[in-house]
């Protein structure tokens, strides 16, 4: 059974400006394998994408919001894909999830594509 596990948002209020990394830990399959991804839902939203990652880390693509603020990679040996955001907006004000599915390459950015979700982590900025 896949598991992904999200840490590292919480209760904190974050600062504009501030940066925080997100982790997902992966367990269940051969992580390695399988491309992982970034998505969000702030509130009274839809749920979005916000990055993906290849199974090797070969390649990555952003939304347009995020991008030159946040970076998605992962460390395969420790079956771990996490976000780093600095710059942050209060706009960026959501409950962040990882997800993953059964794809090695295609990075799709449609929540439908994703079999597998995480539990999800809070991230709050003010101005």
């Known amino acids: 059974q896949v598991q992904l596990v999200e840490s590292g948002g919480g209760g904190r209020l974050l600062q504009a400006g501030g940066s925080l990394r997100l982790s997902c830990a992966a367990s269940?399959?051969?992580?390695?394998?399988?491309?992982m991804a970034w998505f969000r839902q702030g509130p009274g939203k839809e749920r979005e994408f916000v990055a993906g990652?290849?199974?090797?880390?070969?390649?990555?693509t952003y939304t347009e919001s995020v991008k030159g603020r946040f970076t998605i990679s992962r460390d395969n040996a420790k079956a771990t894909v996490y976000l780093q955001m600095d710059s942050l907006k209060p706009e960026d004000t959501a409950v962040y999830y990882c997800?993953?599915?059964?794809?090695?390459?295609?990075?799709?950015?449609?929540?439908?594509?994703?079999?597998?979700w995480g539990q999800g982590t809070q991230v709050t900025v003010s101005s």
């Open positions: 997800a993953s599915n059964n794809a090695r390459w295609m990075l799709h950015r449609e929540v439908n594509e994703y079999l597998y």
């Open positions: 269940g399959r051969t992580f390695h394998d399988y491309i």
């Open positions: 990652i290849t199974s090797g880390g070969e390649r990555t």
